[in-house]
């Protein structure tokens, strides 16, 4: 019995610990383009995904120049819930790219939230990797779309796809074994900022 007193107590502080280090990375948007412009790499873009005007997921692409066809140097996805104001660091890295737009294709798995009837997640087989197929549903429901996509090394990387009327899906790519991709959020709104230098008052 009391080494299952002091097992409890190791799993409380330790849970109390990882919620004060996740706590450490949270704040306005405005000072995280502070922050992350404050070195050589000067210039921000941002993805705000937007609801009924709020926006609760922010992807911040940070980059050392604006030429066109260099990729950002890293990336922060922000997140908040909906009663928060400030966002917290969800993931971050470097790998950074775009996947072709597929909404033609012919996938007939659905997906969406919990009570939505479909299933949240997709898990790797022989036939597809579990972020593809997530990624070919959201494309097809969306139509012509951009879809950008992260990678994280230890935390979950995420897809971003975007149509041309601004409807958005966002998709978490999980460090599971077998791999596993999940429906995050989606929406009707993103608003873009581009080449951000200077934090406005």
Request: negative net charge.
């Amino acid at each position: 019995m009391p080494k299952f007193r002091i097992s409890a107590s190791i799993v409380f502080l330790a849970a109390t610990w990882l919620s004060a280090s996740a706590r450490a990375e949270c704040g306005d948007l405005k000072q995280f383009i502070k922050d992350e412009t404050a070195g050589p790499d000067k210039f921000v873009d941002t993805f705000s995904f937007r609801r009924n005007h709020r926006a609760d997921s922010v992807l911040m692409l940070v980059k050392e120049s604006v030429q066109k066809g260099q990729l950002p140097k890293r990336w922060l996805f922000l997140n908040r819930s909906r009663t928060d104001t400030d966002y917290c660091v969800l993931s971050r890295g470097e790998e950074f790219g775009q996947y072709d737009d597929a909404h033609e294709n012919a996938v007939a798995a659905q997906f969406g939230p919990p009570g939505s009837g479909f299933p949240r997640c997709a898990t790797s087989d022989a036939d597809a990797p579990a972020a593809e197929k997530v990624r070919d549903w959201a494309n097809r429901d969306l139509g012509h779309s951009i879809v950008l996509y992260t990678v994280a090394e230890k935390t979950s990387g995420f897809q971003f796809v975007i149509s041309d009327d601004q409807d958005w899906i966002i998709i978490e790519d999980r460090k599971d074994d077998p791999q596993t991709s999940c429906f995050f959020d989606r929406g009707t709104d993103v608003f873009m900022r581009f080449n951000i230098t200077v934090v406005q008052p």
